[in-house]
Nanobody
Framework: QVQLVDSGGGLVQAGGSLRLSCTAS????????MGWFRQAPGKEREFVAG????????YYRDSTEGRFTISRDIAKNTVYLQMNSLKLEDTANYYC???????????????????WGQGTQVTVSS
């Protein structure tokens, strides 16, 4: 089964940018539909962005579309989340997730993902 390690979080001013990384091991990310989720203190975990197993389709929650971009580098076995024009409300712990092996796509529900990274904290300051 795939193992995921999240990195790249940090403190950034509003309007700034960060790029998160999700490095996989034990299996290629090309076998999985992938997603990014986030969880702010006192709130439920929510979907941020997703990518189909083929990499041909990407999708976003409304509040991040146009600002965030999910991508992958199969050679590095890594999925990225480029975050631009960051807002205070983007502050959260961000998690990478993978759906079950071979599944072509997964939706916006965390129940559709089987494997999770440990999370990386993003803090946006004013």
């Amino acid at each position: 089964q795939v193992q995921l390690v999240d990195s790249g979080g940090g403190l950034v001013q509003a309007g700034g940018s960060l790029r998160l990384s999700c490095t996989a091991s034990r299996s290629s990310i090309s076998n999985y539909a992938m997603g990014w989720f986030r969880q702010a203190p006192g709130k439920e975990r929510e979907f941020v962005a997703g990518m189909s197993r083929s990499g041909g389709r990407t999708y976003y929650r409304d509040s991040t579309e146009g600002r965030f971009t999910i991508s992958r580098d199969i050679a590095k076995n890594t999925v990225y989340l480029q975050m631009n024009s960051l807002k205070l409300e983007d502050t959260a712990n961000y998690y990478c997730a993978a759906a079950s092996w071979g599944r072509s796509s997964a939706g916006m529900s965390e129940g559709e993902y089987d494997y999770w990274g440990q999370g990386t904290q993003v803090t946006v300051s004013s």
